[in-house]
């Protein structure tokens, strides 16, 4: 199993790096909606860290979209997935294989968004990093767990792909507000009674994904075979 997973994140990413398209138009659209959130400012005026903490996680939400659609299609153009399924490891370390790499992609488009949004929206980081890089390992976690189960669903399904793409930010909501209210605070927003919990609120989204992505990937990835 260890040894397809990291086969896997390997290929993927050699893939992925070396094509660029992916990663590119995903970088260009989460740059993109930074860029339009700071045309609402007026000259000089910056948003608040709330609003900045939203826009860099939306950001990053579109973009897990299109690095997933694009690491599951890797194997659909030659229909390669029946090789993955033919190998003598449990089916579990291909959805695992993906979301590493899905999530490593998702980090070295981050470490774009970050200093961006101190560009376009005016922002510094004066709170706590130590809690808030916690909770950016925390909901990456739990982006790529569902992000890695939806792009196997939506693989094979052209006429429904961009509908299952949307099935994914109702389920996100409570994840994405810890990273928000975390997000805020490293921004410099005024810390508020109980804004430590969301941390739990993000590692009990991660526990509960985590476990069902284990238990539904062998039906979703395998389903039409």
Known sequence: MLRLTWALIRKDLVLTLARGSGLVQALLLGLLLLFVFSLAQNVGEHMNPQGAAAVFW????????????????????????????????????????????????????????????VVFLG????????????????????????????????????????????????????????????GALALGETAHEGSMAWLGVAAAFDAVFLGSGLVLFAYVYAGDE
């Open 58 to 117: 939306i950001s990053s939400v579109f973009c897990q979209v299109l690095v997933f659609n694009q690491l599951y299609a890797l194997e659909e153009v030659n229909n390669s997935r029946l090789g993955l399924l033919l190998c003598p490891a449990p089916v579990q370390a291909i959805w695992i294989g993906k979301g590493c790499a899905g999530m490593l992609l998702l980090l070295l488009a981050q470490c774009v968004f970050l200093p961006a949004i």
């Open 123 to 182: 922002q510094q980081f004066s709170g706590p990093l130590l809690e808030a890089l916690l909770a950016l390992v925390l909901t990456d976690i739990g982006l790529c767990a569902l992000g890695s189960l939806l792009g196997a669903l939506a693989q094979g399904q052209a006429a429904r792909e961009s509908l299952l793409s949307i099935v994914l930010f109702p389920l996100l909501i409570p994840l994405l507000l810890a990273g928000i209210s975390i």
